[in-house]
């Protein structure tokens, strides 16, 4: 009984498969060779736009990082010149 159940299962999967395979059977080779050079076409693209997005961001962020850097350093050198100031009042006292 096992058997013969296990023959049935396994003759029932070659059928649906067989039956999937006709149906989804792919194109022409020209058509199957269209169809891949456009969808490689499709992900090189989204690819390259990710890797786009990815360069302006870091660009920005580098960009922020080093427009912050410039204003401390103005506002560093403003307090020495300002510190030197005060010292050579109280050293003229």
Not at 13 to 19: D, P
Not at 48 to 60: F, H, L, P, R, T
Not at 75 to 83: A, F, L, P, S, W
Request: aromatic letters at 2%.
């Amino acid at each position: 009984m096992k058997t013969s159940k296990t023959i049935m299962s396994v003759l029932g999967g070659v059928a649906v498969g067989a039956a999937l395979g006709i149906l989804f059977a792919p194109d022409k080779g020209e058509e199957t060779r269209k169809k891949i050079a456009k969808k490689s076409s499709d992900v090189k693209n989204k690819a390259k736009d990710a890797v786009n997005e990815i360069v302006d961001s870091v660009a920005e962020k580098y960009n922020s990082v080093i427009n912050k850097a410039e204003e401390l350093a103005k506002e560093g050198k403003k307090d020495v010149k300002e510190d030197i100031k005060t010292v050579r009042e109280q050293m003229n006292k």
